[in-house]
């Protein structure tokens, strides 16, 4: 009997690659329908930028795959199956709601985080791995990632929250 293959960092780096791959993918077509549900213009233009920029962090990771000699392929992402789906419920149970903006938030802080974490993950191992040119091209998206969080929080802090707030008096 044929002994398994062991499972190596490469492996693992590969397997990541392809689940946030998938994720973008589905990131980009739950940005438009986000942005569309959004009252607030500074979150739908958010939300617009992001889409930009998310066309640009899979261009990116094409290029990866190309570093790692492997076909840009995506593998289902529970993960971020579950997230767009959160974002989905949140659409439809507050839509027309002041909460709408708070919650359409909320659901892209919580994307934004499980993306930070992966992109960091990826980084780490790229380095491990020796692919520099892989460690510059993730760390470019790991900085846009972070700074759409940031671009959120502001967006919560400054208007959205308290709009919801308010509504509720």
């Known amino acids: 009997m044929a002994q398994a293959k062991t499972k190596t960092l490469e492996d693992l780096f590969h397997d990541t690659l392809k689940d946030i791959y998938y994720a973008e993918k ?8 986000m942005a569309k549900a959004a009252h607030s213009g500074d979150l739908r233009s958010a939300f617009t930028k992001h889409a930009d ?15 790692i000699d492997k076909p840009a392929k995506g593998k289902k992402c529970e993960a971020i199956e579950g997230l767009i789906d959160e974002g989905k419920e949140i659409m439809e149970e507050f839509k027309g709601a002041p909460a709408l903006d708070a919650g359409l938030l909320a659901a892209a802080q919580a994307v934004e985080h499980y993306e930070i974490s992966r992109y960091g993950t990826l980084r780490t191992w790229a380095q491990a791995l ?8 993730l760390d470019q998206t790991l ?26 008096e």
């Open 26 to 33: 589905k990131i980009l077509t739950a940005l438009p329908k």
């Open 130 to 137: 020796g692919l520099s040119q892989a460690v510059r091209l």
């Open 53 to 67: 920029e998310t066309e640009g962090q899979v261009a990116r990771l094409e290029k990866v795959f190309d570093i």
């Open 143 to 168: 900085a846009e990632e972070k700074k759409t969080d940031e671009t959120l929080t502001e967006i919560a802090e400054s208007v959205v929250n308290e709009e919801a707030r308010q509504a509720a």
